[in-house]
């Protein structure tokens, strides 16, 4: 027992060795172009390796796009593709791996497979790190990082595996500041700006700097930390305000449509009425073209043993923690839904269009620190038998996940399949 409690108790190495294998396995099954909007984060990637940081029109094209031609339809020559806006942080890994795998294969798909690897590498180690770091909550950390979703986006070149990884670093290391109950040293506070810069270029990866507050610091400490939130925020508003973003050609924007504000809640309470088993399900794994889904009772039995996490292993949280998670979660849905109201929701439409469950992943940890809670008492070996049973079941869902992702792509009718949608 003392054994394989040494081995539970290094998790960040569990994951690692989990992740790899079944990411492997993924990059080399995955066609092209499935993973959603991949094929745009190809391209972008391409810039950034071509060192093309910020793209305007007349869009450049650069080399590396003719090498997959065979894969699928280029884009028309000076039109953005609709990444084009996004920032070159969130390609770090995937441009990198582009730009090598260019110089050592002409197969398109080879060179994808390049910048998957690249991307899954960071992926792994960012995450790995957080599991590492944060005092609290490593087992949701690992579980989360290991759904079929999370890893799918992970080792894909779209920019949620970088913006996925991010995230849950930053969490982890706030959660590291907040737990140690020290004033917050030099080194910590220039990571802290560093990582907090690199979210605000991140799909404005700014929403974790509400726990900045929690963090122990000396008073000119807490106004270096506010000053940091704030250039994040005006780098994350400027940024999408000089770029690039797609918009529905029929969005109620450009229609001039504009509801009051009882009409959008009334909407967002029937949108969410409507499809929250939809988020639900794609945050744990949709694929491909949202048309791949995982065994009805799969997602049922991942919800169930994401709960009984924070039964089984509890953690104390405080109150004010878990009031404001709540409530940057909920600004932040609100702000999702008013978002795509705008650019991708047509007037004729009764409910909010182009929400995915995958975009709330970055947002998980909010959800620890809401359900987190020291009410129940499991002696130590309940716990390590529990975290057993996560890694085996972790490791049951990515074997049930790559079953299905292999009937799908290698074209057997997946219809007479229990449990497989259409």
């Known amino acids: 027992m003392n054994k394989l409690t040494k081995i539970l108790n290094k998790p960040e190495l ?102 998957r690897f690249a991307n899954l590498f960071l992926y792994i180690l960012f995450i790995a790190l957080s599991i590492r770091i944060t005092p609290v909550f490593k087992y949701p950390f690992l579980f989360s990082a290991l759904l079929p979703m999370s890893l799918y986006e992970g080792m894909s070149i779209s920019a949620d595996s970088f913006n996925i990884a991010l995230s849950f670093f930053i969490f982890s290391f706030v959660l590291n500041l907040i737990y140690k109950r020290q004033d917050i040293t030099r080194k910590e506070l220039s990571i802290m700006s560093l990582i907090t810069i690199a979210g605000a270029f991140c799909k404005g990866l700014i929403y974790p700097t509400v726990l900045y507050f929690f963090i122990p610091a000396k008073k000119y400490k807490k106004v270096l930390l506010f000053s940091i939130v704030i250039i994040a925020f005006i780098i994350c508003g400027y940024w999408k305000n000089i770029n690039h973003t797609e918009i529905f050609p029929d969005a109620n924007i450009l229609c001039g449509v504009k509801l009051s504000f009882n009409d959008f809640c009334y909407m967002l309470y029937k949108t969410t009425i409507k499809y929250w088993q939809n988020y639900l399900m794609g945050a744990i794994g949709i694929f491909g073209s949202l048309s791949i889904f995982l065994f009805q009772k799969l997602y049922f039995y991942i919800f169930t043993v994401f709960i009984l996490m924070f039964i089984f292993l509890g953690e104390k949280v405080k109150l004010s923690y878990k009031i404001v998670s709540a409530a940057a979660f909920l600004i932040f849905y609100i702000a999702v839904n008013y978002m795509m109201y705008q650019v991708w929701t047509t007037p004729e439409l009764e409910y909010i269009a182009g929400i995915q469950g995958r975009y709330f992943i970055p947002l998980m940890p909010f959800l620890f620190i809401i359900l987190g809670n020291n009410k129940f008492h499991f002696t130590e070996r309940e716990q390590t038998l529990f975290k057993l049973f996560i890694i085996f079941f972790v490791i049951y869902i990515q074997i049930n996940t790559y079953k299905i992702l292999y009937t799908y792509y290698n074209f057997v009718d997946f219809r007479y399949i229990e449990g497989i949608l259409t």
């Not at 569990?14 to 099954?29: N, P, Q, Y």
């Not at 984060?41 to 065979?70: M, W």
Request: aromatic letters at 14%; hydrophobic letters at 40%; one cysteine or more.
């Open 14 to 115: 569990l994951f690692a060795v989990i992740a790899f294998i079944f990411g492997s396995l993924m990059i080399f099954l995955v066609p092209p172009n499935e993973v959603p909007d991949e094929k745009a984060h190809i391209l972008r990637s391409c810039e950034v390796a071509s060192g093309i940081f910020y793209n305007k029109v007349p869009a450049q094209k650069t080399k590396y796009e003719e090498k997959f031609d065979n894969l699928f339809i280029p884009r028309e020559e000076n039109k953005f593709h609709f990444m084009s806006g996004y920032s070159p942080v969130m390609y770090i890994a995937s441009s990198a791996g582009i730009k090598i795998g260019s110089s050592l294969f002409e197969d398109g798909k080879k060179i994808i497979d390049c910048g």
